[in-house]
């Protein structure tokens, strides 16, 4: 039988007082139970300035997977967050062409990003909901802070996403 998936929204956004990591809570839209996902810096903000209506003068990276997606004639038609291995969750972009729907593996803060700017559907597994209701309990919303988030950001050096050199 296979895994049913639920319909999740974003329910926060935020730093995890704990570990200081960003942190995205997507909460089940028909129910109570939530699934928190900790991710990294430039996905926080990719997720957090699209949630406040903030637009670029150039696109941005997932700005461009929406382009990319819109000019080949393909919908995002549903975003699924369906595994948890190793402490590491893992995704599915599900994009529809003329033809054929196209399921492409990626990381779930990519995924809620590009759901988040094309208006997409995003699902997580009733196996994850229920694993994360017995682990963490009742979420505390609370304990996520948005300011929080809002000043790290702010803080970051371009350093903070890696040395690179030509």
Do not use: C
Not at 27 to 45: F, N, Q
Not at 57 to 76: Q, W
Request: aromatic content about 6%.
């Amino acid at each position: 039988m296979e895994n049913e998936v639920i319909e999740v929204s974003v329910a926060s956004l935020g730093i995890d007082a704990s570990t200081q990591s960003p942190i995205v809570i997507l909460k089940e839209k028909e129910g109570d139970r939530y699934l928190p996902i900790w991710i990294g810096p430039s996905e926080a903000s990719a997720i957090a300035t699209e949630l406040a209506g903030v637009k670029f003068s150039r696109p941005l990276t997932h700005d461009l997977m929406k382009n990319i997606v819109r000019a080949l004639h393909g919908e995002l038609t549903q975003v699924i967050i369906g595994a948890l291995k190793n402490n590491t969750y893992y995704a599915q972009v599900f994009v529809q062409n003329e033809k054929d729907v196209i399921s492409i593996d990626a990381r779930p803060s990519d995924s809620i990003a590009l759901a988040l700017r094309l208006n997409a559907p995003i699902y997580a597994s009733e196996t994850l909901l229920d694993h994360t209701a017995d682990e963490v309990g009742e979420v505390d919303e609370e304990a996520y802070e948005p300011e929080d988030l809002k000043e790290y950001l702010r803080r970051m050096n371009p350093e903070d996403f890696g040395r690179f050199s030509l």
